[in-house]
């Protein structure tokens, strides 16, 4: 299932690597290869518990392989381990990194930015809050239910208080109820969180009317794009969900993550910012980092100090081999992702027993098991989980609340929440296995229903 055979360019890499390295007396580090070996028997027979991510039977959480260019570029690295906090620690990866950002940037139609990588999402979402709470001291986060849970966490982190607005039957954030929530705080709000696919159910929220509120109330807007910002090539969108990418430029802060669908390994998220000028809120000093150069060091504008620079290696390598470009490779494997969930999601419509409260805007499908009341539905998720990981197959689950089962004909609400099937088809080749899939998935439900 692994391949291996690009092992061998990694050798040829190593040795040009070495070849441009400046001359120095020989050198050569002890390794005992027999004790090496020992120890990675160790560790494969370890990491054989784990689920077959990189397998297309694996269509649960969010965790996409990392393409080959990635593994060999990151790997290539370590033999120099290089950290892109100051340029004394990594001169040619911390450039690297600058060109890799800008591509991200490019992407969103920003040439004019202050940006950098980060060691997730996490950190990223949190450097974007951390500067609207400087610019707007004391003031609210506001982002919707189905945002990532990080942004209160944050919020609670950095002492500023936050609110959740609901979402409407689509999974989106309520324009009505942000509005009104606007009309009462007045001046007393920081930014308005939108989640541009969000981790539960893949919704996009209507970025659109978000940034007409901005220009009444005045608050900052940050994107959250962590899971679905590289969307913003795919083709076949639909409309709304199109007119909320295309906007993503007119935002004050951007975050995505590369190591979801950017094919990078973890961690490697991103942020930018359209106002160069908050960079200034980074502002230290450092009595032994910043000496060498007087360029700027991407320390200087990150809260996070010493950074893998092998994860701007393998972001701008993955990027010169694919290009995000729309209508590239990069995009168009995107573009079947999200085929493979609409095709998907028909595929389970035509059968009775699954119910499907919501069209998939991005690559993930959610789905209950019907019964005649969602007690019974939550029951029926757990076991149909079970089962499908003994058919390989393995799925995720996740819970949504009661509201979007109400009307459904012969399903009795008397539970707050309903557990549901979750499947994130992030490989492109989910599309060529969705047949196997879904014959698994109805195996299953003739054994269980």
């Avoid at 033999?79 to 340029?87: D, Q, S």
């Avoid at 701008?316 to 998907?344: E, H, I, N, Y």
Wanted: hydrophobic letters at 40%; charged letters at 20%; glycine letters at 6%.
């Amino acid at each position: 299932m692994f391949e291996t055979q690009s092992l061998a360019l990694l050798k040829s890499a190593l040795r040009r690597l070495e070849e441009g390295s400046p001359t120095l007396p020989s050198f050569q580090a002890s390794v005992d290869l027999q004790a090496l070996e020992e120890i990675l028997h160790q560790v494969a027979d370890r990491m054989t518990d784990n689920y077959p991510y990189a397998h297309p039977y694996y269509a649960g959480q969010m965790l996409k392989p990392p393409h080959a260019v990635a593994r060999l570029a990151y790997t290539l690295a370590l033999w120099i381990n290089p950290n892109n906090h100051a340029l004394d620690g990594g001169r040619a990866s911390s450039k690297m990194e600058r060109e890799a950002v800008h591509a991200i940037a490019n992407m969103f139609g920003w040439q004019s930015y202050l940006g950098h990588l980060t060691s997730g999402g996490t950190m990223a979402n949190l450097e974007a809050l951390w500067v609207a709470g400087q610019l707007h001291p004391n003031k609210k986060v506001i982002a919707s239910a189905q945002s990532h849970y990080t942004h209160q966490r944050i919020s609670g982190v950095l002492q500023l208080p936050y609110q959740s607005v609901p979402v409407d039957v689509a999974g989106r954030m309520d324009m009505q109820a942000l509005q009104r929530i606007l009309q009462q705080e007045q001046d007393g709000v920081a930014v308005v969180v939108a989640t541009l696919g969000t981790t539960a159910i893949g919704s996009v929220d209507p970025l659109p009317q978000i940034l007409d509120l901005q220009a009444q109330y005045g608050f900052r807007v940050h994107v959250d794009a962590a899971y679905g910002g590289y969307f913003a090539l795919a083709e076949g969108l639909s409309e709304t969900t199109r007119l909320a990418f295309d906007a993503i430029a007119q935002a004050d802060s951007v975050v995505i993550d590369p190591h979801k669908h950017g094919l990078q390994p973890y961690g490697c998220g991103c942020v930018l910012f359209k106002d160069a000028t908050v960079g200034q809120l980074y502002k230290h000093d450092s009595p032994y980092t910043y000496f060498t150069s007087d360029e700027l060091h991407l320390g200087e504008i990150s809260l996070e100090c010493s950074r893998a620079g092998a994860s701007a290696v393998a972001l701008w390598a993955t990027q010169q081999l694919l290009p995000m470009v729309k209508g590239g490779q990069f995009a168009q494997d995107l573009s079947t992702s999200l085929r493979a969930a609409r095709t998907l999601h028909q595929k389970l419509q035509l059968d009775g027993r699954f119910v499907l409260p919501l069209l998939p805007e991005l690559d993930i499908v959610v789905w209950g098991i019907r019964a005649e009341r969602t007690s019974e539905m939550n029951q029926h998720a757990q076991r149909f989980f079970d089962e499908a990981a003994q058919q390989h197959l393995h799925l995720a689950l996740t819970r949504l609340s009661s509201d979007y089962f109400r009307g459904i004909d012969g399903v009795e609400i008397d539970t707050d929440q309903v557990v549901c099937l979750r499947s994130c088809l992030m490989k492109a080749e989910h599309l060529d296995w969705l047949d196997e899939i879904v014959n698994i998935i109805i195996t299953v439900a003739n054994k269980l229903l």
